[in-house]
């Protein structure tokens, strides 16, 4: 776990232990094979005794190159509670045979690779003891729970290793979850966030208002909101499933999209349509769901400059629909293997750039259709996600966010942790705004609006330092390329959030008609004032 750096450390460590591990093994996916390789070798070369394993979806694509490369003497193919245990007995205590074991890959005594029969996969999940994150190294900084509900996954995407070779679907019983979820909260009560992992865990609309039903009990006992992701197909037809799950603490959505392209989606054997991904996404916004995510994938079958313009077109109607709510980003199609698109590529108009998949950390495109090659794609993408950065800014720059969105976005952020790239591309990027925006959800700020009959007795606080966006040296001071008058500059200084508003009027009459000779002053005061804080400059805070 983290950074292969220090993962190596790690092993090092251990290997300096007296009773030092006899096996190592290796959970292997698409993103991290490269440095499985190298880390299986290092390991390997320095620890000539360890008996090396592998895991994970990747193991499916293992050769008989990669097992002698990497010194890595068996891999699991599929779910591992029952093969690792076999492989232990044999490793260990040497009961058994290879041969016997289902679900693996090895290589026999002439260097050929053997592939057992599969192994049916544990339909009994109760069974399988509770994952125990309290091992992990960095645990005690968790305030996120990941849960895994169930396994499997019926609808068969066309780009999905998930879909394509683990499609019976098996649950943990709503109890049980339950059970684990109070006992993570009991041995961890700081816990904030639960991430479920399922890709389908709204397949069940009758099982979700169950688990929701126990998520609001436990919510009662401790502070937390919640993650899911669902499939639009689904909550398009059981429309109370968002309110439900938003009225039980979930916080933020994930939908895959894929594309806005009901061709391409229909090659993804997708089951949805781009109307019922945008009449969805308004469902949820209206249930209260605060935060909803969806992803776009680039250069996936017989994808077209037009196919990519039908799914930006998706995006920037989602944009309008739920401002500061909807988010998304577009990613390059990743080969996963054993997918119908990476076993016949060719069935699908594309090409899998293969020499490229070790050089791949994700930012490169990995395939290519008959109309976008490589170097089309890499500017696709660049060009597509500045765009959609730019329309976020633009949105919120044209007042389109409701208050209250935003606030959410920043008091969900720092309290449960719920990431939001509205607060990554946007608020973030302009300072000012991310001070005030702060100051109104975390601190006992307010506008002047909120004061009522008290006004003049609260007090006003710059959003900034002055130090750090004030220029003095033209004919009037300018902050942001913004002249001020004399007015305007000295109320701002005033407003240090030491002084109240009356007393910050009075000081800055004493310093600039000293002799009481503007009769309009106190009026000039309080536009100056209100402009200020329309520029969010200033904020006030309850007396």
């Not at 996120?144 to 394509?164: N, Q």
């Not at 309008?320 to 996963?336: D, H, M, N, V």
């Not at 030491?498 to 106190?522: C, H, N």
Request: charged residues 25%.
């Amino acid at each position: 776990q983290g950074y292969a750096k220090e993962a190596l450390n790690y092993v090092h460590m251990l290997m300096k232990q007296e009773n030092r591990p006899k096996i190592v093994g290796f959970y292997c996916d698409f993103d991290n094979v490269h440095w499985v390789r190298l880390f299986a070798r290092e390991v390997n070369t320095t620890y000539p005794g360890v008996i090396l394993l592998a895991g994970g979806p990747q193991t499916v694509d293992m050769d008989a190159g990669f097992l002698k490369d990497t010194g890595i003497v068996a891999a699991c193919i599929g779910e591992g509670e029952e093969t690792v245990p076999e492989l232990m007995d044999f490793f260990i205590h040497r009961r058994g045979s290879l041969e016997a074991i289902r679900g693996i890959v090895y290589l026999d005594a002439s260097s050929r690779l053997v592939k057992t029969p599969p192994r049916t996969p544990p339909e009994a999940l109760d069974a399988i003891p509770w994952p125990d994150i309290t091992l992990t190294n960095d645990y005690k900084h968790y305030s996120l729970l990941p849960i895994l509900t169930g396994r499997g996954c019926p609808f068969g995407c066309t780009f999905c290793y998930e879909g394509a070779n683990a499609k019976r679907v098996r649950r943990h019983s709503v109890p049980s979850l339950l059970r684990e979820i109070r006992a993570n909260f009991q041995r961890n009560p700081s816990i904030k966030y639960i991430n479920f992992l399922d890709d389908t865990f709204t397949l069940d609309h009758e099982r979700v208002g169950a688990i929701c039903e126990g998520i609001r009990v436990i919510r009662k006992e401790y502070d937390f909101v919640w993650f899911a992701s669902a499939h639009i197909s689904l909550v398009h037809k059981h429309r109370d499933m968002a309110r439900t799950m938003a009225e039980a603490g979930l916080k933020k959505i994930f939908f895959g999209l894929e594309s806005g392209s009901d061709a391409v989606l229909q090659s993804y054997n997708k089951k949805i349509t781009r109307k019922m991904a945008v009449d969805v996404i308004a469902h949820c916004v209206d249930s209260g769901i605060h935060a909803i995510s969806g992803n776009i994938i680039l250069g996936g079958p017989h994808e077209t400059g037009e196919t990519v313009q039908e799914s930006e077109d998706l995006i920037m109607e989602l944009l309008y629909r739920a401002p500061g709510q909807f988010e998304t980003a577009y990613f390059s199609y990743l080969p996963f293997p054993q997918t119908p698109i990476t076993l016949n590529p060719r069935k699908f108009g594309m090409e899998i750039y293969e020499s490229l998949i070790d050089c791949c950390n994700e930012d490169i495109p990995l395939s290519g259709t008959e109309a976008l090659d490589f170097l089309a794609l890499t500017q696709i993408r660049l060009q597509a996600n500045k765009r959609l950065q730019n329309e976020m800014r633009t949105i919120y720059l044209d007042g389109k966010i409701p208050e209250a969105v935003i606030l959410d976005a920043y008091r969900l952020g720092e309290r449960y942790g719920v990431f939001t790239r509205w607060n990554e591309y946007v608020y973030k990027n302009l300072p000012i705004d991310d001070a005030y925006w702060r100051m109104r959800a975390f601190g006992e700020y307010v506008l002047r609006e909120q004061l009522g009959g008290r006004a003049a007795d609260a007090i006003p606080h710059r959003t900034f330092e002055l130090w750090l966006y004030t220029d003095l040296g033209g004919e009037k001071p300018r902050i942001f390329d913004t002249p001020l008058e004399e007015i305007d500059y000295t109320l701002l200084k005033l407003c240090s959030g030491k002084l109240s508003k009356r007393e910050v009027v009075q000081q800055g009459r004493a310093m600039i008609d000293p002799a009481g000779t503007q009769s309009d002053f106190f009026n000039r005061a309080d536009e100056s004032l209100h402009s200020m804080e329309k520029k969010k400059w200033i904020l006030y805070r309850k007396p």
